[in-house]
């Protein structure tokens, strides 16, 4: 492991870049500089952290894939994304963490540690090209606890920590590293099964243990059932069964595989309610609490629902105003329901309407999910592209002085963009910078497997099919490790903006390997 000063002071990429190719980059980092530099200046610097605002452009010029798209406002909250990820990597005893709260927070375990948003750290960092970072921290949650067992805290929150490893094998095609986790993957599920499986089958949890505290559906104390755990541990399941698979333990793996199926049949009979047309939460008599939540679109995130059902309708409340839709949305409560509440009393982190980046995280890698491989005409690219432009502008703090910048922060006014749990600290006098640059979501996997398509696989082949605007001329993402090689895949309508040829094309450490003329779905070979 690199620390950050041995790691600055190498003045070139690590070991990690080296493997991945030395094909020339498409794009130059230097053009990029402005970004990091204007991040910096924007508010002080507090806390420093394990790799600081004064080393920011160094870091990101080794180790992320570098973007560039005719559209400001998302080529700008890709690299402040990039920049905030950073703030929250944590050199400690046991190695590199993740952390969600730059500040201390009570409820965090040591280290400020917290699982909540494990899988969509995972998801982000797999990008990187310096692998320590997240591979030290799945080691911490999955090793770091007694006698190297899971850490304590882990199950703190409903969570999807093999998904997580399945996610890392197809960005990295290290079979070894993910198959070294089978004995503590199963631990874990097993775990889950003492602590929250029903009779029926299906998994409880209480809403403030998935992290979604004060939600219409339910309460801290209530057993409800719920369409976020049970996605969750579908997904579970269908990673342990791949990495048994590589690990050449068919008996686990057909146990898991039974596991899964078994999930998918009883979420799709119990909470799919056939009336609102929607994944639902049952209460603890086993009644359909009578509201749509956005935590409905989780079974997509693992594409739980089987297709050609019909399932696919639920996707309609996404762009419908009395659904989720809103100018800083989605909401995480349908807008018609009166549960739908956006009271600025009590607790200041409740899910029964404020927008939160970590449903919308949720809902757009599930959203591109059906759109690549669900038959449906339910929802469409344009309500793809609607909505991730509608997080890109949430990604907004205007300041005591006027200023607007970019930033991230904890629940949002789906009407108004207001960041409601920091407004309600600063008129409780309790305001202390909590949920500054908060790292509790994803975006930056957004772009690379949703808007520019690249859709990771743990084999020898991938596909790429953008979901990015039809009237772009172009885009480019860059320098992508990915099986130790380095990908640039690239948009160019007319071939005037990269000279390299009109259409659709990746290349591999360098070398074309595909091209179309149209932007659409491409196989690509990695041998």
């Known amino acids: 492991m690199l620390n950050r000063r041995e790691f600055v002071a190498l003045g070139a990429a690590p070991a990690i870049l080296k493997a991945a190719g030395s094909a020339k980059p498409l ?65 400690t005893p046991a190695g590199y963490i993740i952390t969600e709260f730059l500040k201390p927070v009570s409820h965090a375990g040591e280290y400020n ?22 591979d030290q921290d799945v080691h911490y949650w999955l090793r770091g606890g007694a006698d190297g067992g899971l850490a304590k805290n882990l199950h703190q929150f409903t969570g999807w920590v093999a998904w997580g490893v399945s ?39 209480r809403d403030v243990s998935d992290g979604m ?94 297709k050609g059902k019909g ?58 999910n059906v759109l690549n491989d669900y038959p449906q005409n339910a929802i469409s690219r344009a309500a793809y592209l609607r909505t991730l432009a509608i997080y890109t502008h949430s990604h907004r703090l205007k300041l005591d002085d006027g200023r607007v910048i970019p930033w991230i922060d904890e629940n949002q006014n789906p009407e108004t963009g207001e960041w409601i749990a920091r407004t309600m600290k600063i008129r409780k006098g309790t305001f202390y910078g909590r949920g500054d640059h908060y790292n509790h979501s994803a975006y930056c996997d957004l772009i690379v497997t949703g808007l520019v398509g690249l859709r990771p696989a743990a084999g020898d082949t991938f596909e790429v099919n953008p979901l990015a605007d039809p009237a772009w001329d172009w885009f480019c993402l860059d320098r992508v490790a990915y099986h130790g090689r380095s990908l640039s895949i690239i948009w160019d309508r007319n071939g005037q903006k990269f000279g390299g040829g009109a259409g659709l094309t990746v290349y591999v450490d360098g070398e ?16």
Not at 113 to 134: F, M, N, P, Q, V
Not at 328 to 340: C, H, N, Q
Not at 518 to 524: A, H, S
Request: glycine share 6%; aromatic share 14%; net charge neutral.
């Open 113 to 134: 540690a917290l699982s909540c948003a494990l899988g969509h750290h995972i998801a982000e960092g797999r990008w990187l090209r310096e692998r320590s970072y997240i």
């Open 167 to 205: 996610d890392l094998l197809a960005v990295h095609g290290d079979r070894p590293a993910a198959t070294a986790y089978l004995d503590a993957l199963e631990a874990d599920y097993a775990q889950w099964q003492q602590e929250r499986l029903t009779p029926g089958g299906l998994f409880w949890q």
């Open 311 to 368: 399932y696919e309708e639920a996707w309609k409340q996404l762009m419908d105003p009395q659904g989720f839709y809103a100018p800083y949305g989605p909401a995480t409560t349908e807008r018609r329901s009166p549960l739908y509440k956006l009271d600025y009393v009590g607790d200041d982190c409740k899910w029964n309407g404020p927008a939160w980046p970590f449903a919308t995280t949720i809902a757009l890698r599930g959203l591109a």
């Open 27 to 91: 794009l130059d980092p230097r053009d990029f500089r402005r970004y990091v530099e204007f991040f910096n200046s924007m508010v002080p610097e507090e806390p420093v952290t394990t790799i600081p605002n004064a080393e920011a452009w160094e870091w990101m010029r080794y180790n992320i894939p570098f973007f560039s798209c005719p559209d400001e406002a998302t080529q700008q909250i890709y690299y402040y994304r990039w920049w905030t990820y950073r703030k929250a990597i944590k050199a």
């Open 512 to 527: 074309q390997t595909a091209r179309r003329e149209t932007i659409g779905r491409l196989t690509v070979p990695l041998t």
């Open 213 to 306: 505290e004060e939600s219409a559906s339910g309460g801290r104390k209530m057993k409800n059932i719920r369409p976020s755990i049970n996605s969750c541990m579908y997904g579970n399941a269908v990673a342990i069964a791949q990495i048994a698979r590589l690990a050449g333990k068919a008996d686990i793996e057909n146990r898991y595989r039974a596991k899964a199926e078994t999930l998918r049949r009883l979420v799709q009979e119990k909470l799919w309610n056939p009336g609102t047309r929607f994944f639902e939460t049952l209460d603890e008599q086993g009644r359909f609490v009578p509201v749509r939540e956005a935590i409905g679109y989780t079974p997509w995130y693992f594409e739980l629902p089987e």
